[in-house]
């Protein structure tokens, strides 16, 4: 059994940072992406970042891009959100994912559809 547990976020000031966690367990895949995606109140769930085994490939939101930095540890069994220059604009719950079977294409991977396990959701507000 997959399973995706959060930690972090919380409330900070426009400028600040913050960092998300996402811990896996159960995972036997050797390739795999793991992604994070937001949803503000009133608005549809957006990818955000999103990563392969060993970090091999990134992507990122154009909103996010330059500010947040997703990354893996080296057991691969935790990956982080740093979220740097936080903005009003970000505040939303914030979600980890887990694909783990293919295809694995640009398009796909930036799709909420594509992803069979999540995390529980973690709420991220930015004061201006």
């Known amino acids: 059994q997959v399973r995706l547990v959060q930690s972090g976020g919380g409330l900070m000031q426009a400028g600040g940072s913050l960092r998300l966690s996402c811990a896996v367990s159960?995972?036997?895949?050797?390739?795999?992406?793991m992604a994070w995606f937001r949803q503000a109140p009133g608005k549809e769930r957006e990818f955000v970042a999103a990563i392969s085994q060993r970090g091999s490939t990134v992507y990122y939101a154009d909103s996010v891009k330059g500010r947040f930095t997703v990354s893996e540890d080296n057991d691969g069994d935790t990956v982080h959100l740093q979220m740097n220059n936080l903005e009003p604009d970000d505040t939303a719950v914030y979600s980890c994912a887990a694909r783990l079977l293919g295809p694995f294409s640009a398009t796909i991977i930036k799709l909420h559809s594509a992803y069979n396990y999540w995390g529980q959701g973690t709420q991220v507000t930015v004061s201006s």
């Open positions: 159960g995972r036997t895949s050797s390739t795999y992406f």
